[in-house]
């Protein structure tokens, strides 16, 4: 047997589903039952019958379909797959600012420990990060742990008022404006799609701003048919399955996330047959911890 033909043998048998973000390698993606962005992983993880998820992704997002289904076992393929960002802010100053500031909606990107999110008011993606915010009754917002994702949601809601963290993804936030102008002078009738993650001067250079999910969708229904991609390189897989005829530009080499690239096909069947590497999460931190990621689905809707 092949290790996809283990993986597909060994789902039926345990009533397992895979899910998959757009980031992991390419042979991860062919394998899972459903492939997103963070939002639609966790939206998906609250609708299913299975009794076992292999979350493929970085750590939070395990963590995440833990906090919302307790009673499923959550298990992550690689256990030391983190995402850096996610421990990027710190709960002294999430209690300090609401002291400052009674009238304070704490929004505590996905992208986050347990720990960050139980500090906090409500839960956003990428995907749905404006629409929640100005969603909220409060004035002010402090926005952890992305400045940058923060700082293009401020853009967009100037009746708020924000006050940002010293915290980013280390991969986009590398990508410089240099980089990307040499880019548009090497492809210059590609279009420019930036995940939110990016500085504000590359965001400034964009035809489109969005999500995983969001980038997918518009250069799918575009009539444009060549791009600069501005994320993660594992987006490559489901832009080429939707476009085959369209032209993917990465724009600079090794535009790639490490813990992302630590899922494995072979780390998916060992997950799966020796129920390995289960997500815990306490009782209380799951507890605590489930509210804003509630608030999230609801006020997304
Ligand atoms: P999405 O919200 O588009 O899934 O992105 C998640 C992420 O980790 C981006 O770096
Ligand atoms: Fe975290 Fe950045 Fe990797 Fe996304 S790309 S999981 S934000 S380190």
Do not use: W
Not at 20 to 34: C, L, M, S, T, W
Not at 162 to 187: S, V, W
């Amino acid at each position: 047997m092949t290790v996809k033909e283990e993986i597909q043998s060994l789902k039926k048998e345990k009533n397992a589903l895979i899910l998959a973000h757009y980031y992991v390698p390419a042979e991860v993606q062919e394998v899972a039952d459903y492939i997103g962005d963070s939002f639609y992983l966790s939206k998906i993880a609250t609708q299913t019958q299975a009794d076992i998820l292999v979350l493929c992704g970085v750590s939070f997002m395990g963590e995440s379909a833990k906090i919302l289904n307790p009673e499923k076992k959550v298990l992550l393929p690689d256990a030391s797959s983190d995402c850096p960002m996610a421990h990027m802010a710190d709960v002294e100053r999430i209690q300090a600012m609401r002291q400052q500031y009674p009238d304070l909606a704490v929004v505590c990107y996905i992208n986050s420990t347990a720990e960050l999110k139980q500090h906090s008011d409500v839960c956003v993606t990428s995907a749905n990060a404006l629409k929640i915010v100005k969603a909220l009754p409060n004035k002010y917002i402090y926005f952890i742990p992305d400045e940058n994702l923060g700082q293009y949601v401020a853009s967009k809601v100037p009746e708020k008022t924000f006050i940002f963290n010293d915290g980013r993804c280390p991969i986009h936030a590398q990508l410089t404006k240099e980089a990307l102008e040499q880019a548009k002078t090497q492809h210059p009738e590609a279009k420019v799609l930036v995940h939110p993650e990016c500085v504000p001067a590359v965001l400034e250079l964009a035809d489109y701003i969005g999500s995983t999910s969001g980038i997918i969708q518009y250069a799918t229904e575009s009539p444009s048919n060549a791009f600069i991609i501005c994320t993660e390189d594992g987006v490559l897989y489901e832009l080429q399955q939707k476009n085959p005829d369209k032209h993917f530009y990465m724009v600079q080499e090794n535009f790639s996330c490490p813990g992302m690239k630590l899922v494995t096909l072979k780390k998916v069947r060992d997950a799966l047959k020796y129920e390995q590497n289960q997500v815990t999460v306490s009782k209380s931190l799951q507890t605590a911890s489930l509210s804003p990621l509630q608030r999230m689905l609801e006020l997304a809707k």
